[in-house]
T-cell receptor
Framework: GQNIDQPTEMTATEGAIVQINCTYQ??????LFWYQQHAGEAPTFLSY????GLEEKGRFSSFLSRSKGYSYLLLKELQMKDSASYLC?????????FGTGTRLKVLA | KAGVTQTPRYLIKTRGQQVTLSCSPI?????VSWYQQTPGQGLQFLFE???????NKGNFPGRFSGRQFSNSRSEMNVSTLELGDSALYLC????????????FGPGTRLTVT
């Protein structure tokens, strides 16, 4: 079957670093995506990995290991505005499959 | 460039009724995908349209249908509404059907009573 797993909730302190893990099992692989979704808003694109390794974009980095079916999103220098849900998604052969999201709470 | 627009933003319907939701993609984008988002299931893919043709379809019953017009605008229809259809329906726009970029609209919040 096709499945994406990520933790339901995480809490971290302002200024800290947090890593959100995602494991996946899909038929076909055409890229792994991370989206940020604030409560009541639409998801917004954060990152895209199609090859193994680390992609860095400012305070956000995303890592992919295709052989392990594993990715993580690393958020550095956490800010209060980073409190949101983070969705891991895989583009399979024909469609996107999303995880249920990780709700991140950033505490002052 | 204007973003993805969806209408209406909120809708309340009764069981058994039908509903039509609309999505206008970003200008120049030709692919539109539809998703259902619920707290328990997360985001689930409904279907994708490109150049007025349905390219891919998720695992939803036939009560869920869609179409795309020549100007790339898309509509989604749900017939014989059930309580479980209450959800946020999101539309995402992409330049092409195999593009990795997806830009989401604000969604339509459907409540079925």
């Amino acid at each position: 079957g096709q499945n994406i797993d990520q933790p339901t909730e995480m809490t971290a302190t302002e200024g800290a670093i947090v890593q959100i893990n995602c494991t996946y099992q899909t038929s076909g692989f055409n890229g792994l995506f991370w989206y940020q979704q604030h409560a009541g808003e639409a998801p917004t694109f954060l990152s895209y990995n199609v090859l193994d390794g680390l992609e860095e974009k400012g305070r956000f980095s995303s890592f992919l290991s295709r052989s392990k079916g594993y990715s993580y999103l690393l958020l550095k220098e956490l800010q209060m505005k980073d409190s949101a849900s983070y969705l891991c998604a895989v583009k399979g052969t024909y469609k996107y499959i999303f995880g249920t999201g990780t709700r991140l709470k950033v505490l002052a | 460039k204007a973003g993805v627009t969806q209408t209406p933003r909120y809708l309340i319907k009764t069981r058994g009724q039908q509903v039509t939701l609309s999505c206008s993609p970003i200008s120049g984008h030709r692919s539109v995908s539809w998703y259902q988002q619920t707290p328990g299931q997360g985001l689930q893919f409904l279907f994708e349209y490109f150049s007025e043709t349905q390219r891919n379809k998720g695992n939803f019953p036939g009560r869920f249908s869609g179409r795309q017009f020549s100007n790339s605008r898309s509509e989604m229809n749900v017939s014989t509404l059930e309580l479980g259809d209450s959800a946020l329906y999101l539309c995402a726009s992409s330049p092409y059907w195999d593009s990795y970029e997806q830009y989401f609209g604000p969604g339509t919040r459907l409540t079925v009573t």
